[in-house]
């Protein structure tokens, strides 16, 4: 497995996300022995880098990665996240970045995952209510005590960016981001790469759209969080089809499967991007690390870069994205 740089990161350019292992897609939390020995495997296969985040599950995600881990911890680079979950009230869902509660949220991670330090420490979403440099102070503080190693920003604009690199240099920014989601192509992307921050797209197949797998909204289970979501809903899912039978028409030609071709396309678009698609199966997990192998022809490459827009949001509610 090739490795990239995140700021002062070295990780394999293909990391697993694993949310979908306790939260949000239909089965999740179903089968823990099979998560972990999908993470057992990422990490035989070469994978590094593992996400998490305390909203999965909430909490139960990270408990499941730090058993999963175990003895190996040295062996990977560990990304989770705060600022969802108030922890200064009740504990329920909110944005909270105050520096009180990145105390509170960072304690409570450690003690999940069952390590000293967390390699890369994610604002999840940001809080208007609190100044980014009062967050990243805090994040700073943290870096200093020896309990993260880096931080990084999901789903923030470039001023945001900016502002919070001015007070501590940001070690990756997060953005949904594939064929399907090419939005950080305008104005993420050209900022991080002016910073020198790292880019860690999720959701590089597009919700597992990509895949070809989900060829109507009624293969998804009762539960699925993509049943809400309006790429998936009526006529914008067989517009979005559209996409996937491009995807598919490479792959054909490669000898590839669609999920190893939108990661390849994904992988060809700099060495200092590192998806990290999200699977809980043994069998996917190698489908996807074997895009690393996979190079693109230029008229391949091309194809791809021409396929259409989606239809519609990429979430029900867009409010919480880019600021």
């Given at each position: 497995?090739?490795?990239?740089?995140?700021?002062?990161?070295?990780?394999?350019?293909?990391?697993?996300?694993?949310?979908?292992?306790?939260a949000f897609y239909a089965g999740a939390g179903s089968d823990?022995?099979?998560?972990?020995?999908?993470?057992?495997?990422?990490?035989?296969?070469?994978?590094?880098?593992?996400?998490?985040?305390?909203?999965?599950?909430?909490?139960?995600?990270?408990e499941l990665l730090g058993r999963a881990l175990g003895d190996?911890?040295?062996?990977?680079?560990?990304?989770?996240?705060?600022?969802?979950?108030?922890?200064?009230?009740?504990?329920?869902?909110?944005?909270?970045?105050?520096?009180?509660?990145?105390?509170?949220?960072?304690?409570?991670?450690?003690?999940?995952?069952?390590?000293?330090?967390?390699?890369?420490?994610?604002?999840?979403?940001?809080?208007?209510?609190?100044?980014?440099?009062?967050?990243?102070?805090?994040?700073?503080?943290?870096?200093?005590?020896?309990?993260?190693?880096?931080?990084?920003?999901?789903?923030?604009?470039?001023?945001?960016?900016?502002?919070?690199?001015?007070?501590?240099?940001?070690?990756?920014?997060?953005?949904?981001?594939?064929?399907?989601?090419?939005?950080?192509?305008?104005?993420?992307?050209?900022?991080?790469?002016?910073?020198?921050?790292?880019?860690?797209?999720?959701?590089?197949?597009?919700?597992?759209?990509?895949?070809?797998?989900?060829?109507?909204?009624?293969?998804?289970?009762?539960?699925?969080?993509?049943?809400?979501?309006?790429?998936?809903?009526?006529?914008?899912?067989?517009?979005?089809?559209?996409?996937?039978?491009?995807?598919?028409?490479?792959?054909?030609?490669?000898?590839?499967?669609?999920?190893?071709?939108?990661?390849?396309?994904?992988?060809?678009?700099?060495?200092?991007?590192?998806?990290?698609?999200?699977?809980?199966?043994?069998?996917?997990?190698?489908?996807?690390?074997?895009?690393?192998?996979?190079?693109?022809?230029?008229?391949?490459?091309?194809?791809?870069?021409?396929?259409?827009?989606?239809?519609?949001?990429?979430?029900?509610?867009?409010?919480?994205?880019?600021?």
């Amino acid at each position: 497995m090739k490795h990239i740089a995140l700021g002062t990161l070295d990780v394999s350019r293909i990391g697993l996300g694993c949310m979908g292992m306790s939260a949000f897609y239909a089965g999740a939390g179903s089968d823990d022995a099979e998560s972990i020995r999908t993470i057992h495997r990422a990490i035989d296969l070469g994978v590094t880098f593992f996400d998490t985040a305390e909203i999965y599950g909430p909490y139960t995600n990270e408990e499941l990665l730090g058993r999963a881990l175990g003895d190996r911890r040295d062996e990977v680079v560990i990304a989770t996240k705060f600022g969802t979950i108030r922890h200064r009230t009740d504990n329920t869902r909110g944005l909270d970045g105050s520096p009180e509660n990145v105390r509170l949220s960072i304690e409570g991670s450690l003690k999940r995952l069952g390590v000293e330090h967390i390699d890369l420490y994610y604002q999840h979403r940001m809080d208007p209510a609190t100044p980014i440099e009062e967050t990243v102070g805090a994040l700073a503080d943290l870096i200093a005590e020896g309990k993260i190693g880096g931080y990084g920003l999901s789903e923030a604009a470039p001023a945001t960016i900016r502002r919070a690199h001015a007070v501590h240099p940001v070690t990756a920014v997060q953005t949904e981001y594939s064929l399907w989601t090419r939005d950080p192509e305008l104005e993420v992307l050209p900022t991080v790469r002016e910073l020198g921050i790292g880019f860690v797209p999720y959701s590089p197949l597009g919700r597992g759209f990509l895949t070809g797998a989900i060829r109507s909204r009624d293969a998804l289970e009762p539960g699925d969080f993509r049943r809400d979501n309006p790429r998936f809903e009526g006529e914008n899912f067989d517009e979005n089809l559209r996409i996937v039978e491009a995807v598919e028409s490479v792959a054909a030609e490669v000898g590839a499967t669609p999920a190893q071709i939108a990661l390849a396309w994904l992988l060809a678009q700099g060495d200092d991007i590192a998806p990290i698609p999200g699977t809980k199966r043994v069998s996917r997990l190698e489908e996807n690390v074997g895009a690393d192998r996979i190079a693109l022809s230029p008229a391949q490459l091309a194809a791809l870069d021409a396929v259409p827009a989606p239809s519609g949001d990429r979430y029900a509610d867009m409010s919480p994205l880019n600021r």
